[in-house]
């Protein structure tokens, strides 16, 4: 073997032990993240338009379950959100077919999740904002359950516009970084923090990451 490729062997066994260790710093900040976007979409927006119109009953039960979610009995508290989605109204439905599948998620298992999700994803009676979420949450768990390619191909859709867009770039961006392909993760880590619109938070990841995988995170 010449010099030219020991080096250059050593640079890539280097270089993919440093991608390692920013992943294993910096993925489950983002993963964890997910349950935080799931529950201020539920209690901000989408809980706000649908209790006024729902029956007392149907409150009482989702908020049950919630309780049990919150105590920590996530298998009793994704089999009392599957009873809701089989029989509440529409609107209780999806909430509870987006919660079931955050709980089945919490319970450690990943890929039951992610069908879960995917299923609501796809189903057109469900509000669009929702779906998507869907589509981010299904994302998220396949960063550290999947290949890159699952969640690009079910994320990168939302990376145009949408209430989910630096969420979803900044998934595209972490997901090409876990397969090694550091050069289109800096440019869109770059854009991000160059993109006026982009949340705080998610400039500051961005940042962070430029700055590990050789950006300026300027």
């Not at 890929?111 to 949450?137: H, I």
């Not at 550290?144 to 939302?158: A, E, K, N, S, Y």
């Not at 998934?171 to 770059?190: I, M, N, P, T, W």
């Amino acid at each position: 073997m010449s010099d030219e490729s020991l080096f250059r062997e050593v640079d890539e066994d280097v270089r993919r032990e440093r991608l390692h260790r920013l992943w294993k710093a910096y993925g489950p900040y983002v993963v964890g993240a997910a349950a935080l976007i799931v529950v201020v979409t539920a209690g901000s927006v989408l809980w706000r338009d649908y209790r006024a119109n729902q029956r007392a009953e149907t409150g009482a039960r989702f908020q049950a379950a919630l309780d049990l979610a919150q105590a920590g009995d996530e298998g009793a508290a994704a089999q009392a959100f599957a009873a809701l989605a089989a029989d509440a109204p529409a609107g209780y439905r999806a909430l509870a077919r987006l919660q079931q599948a955050e709980a089945v998620a919490r319970d450690g298992d990943a890929e039951a999740a992610v069908t879960l999700y995917d299923s609501l994803a796809a189903d057109d009676d469900v509000d669009q904002v929702l779906r998507d979420l869907a589509r981010l949450r299904a994302g998220l768990l396949l960063i550290d359950h999947g290949v890159p390619g699952d969640v690009i191909q079910r994320v990168d859709p939302l990376t145009g516009s949408g209430p989910w867009q630096y969420s979803a770039r900044e998934l595209v961006a972490l997901a090409r970084l876990k397969a090694g392909d550091a050069a289109a993760a800096e440019s869109e880590f770059q854009r991000l923090v160059e993109d006026p619109g982009t949340p705080a938070g998610v400039r500051a990841r961005a940042g962070e990451l430029l700055a590990t995988i050789g950006g300026s995170g300027t």
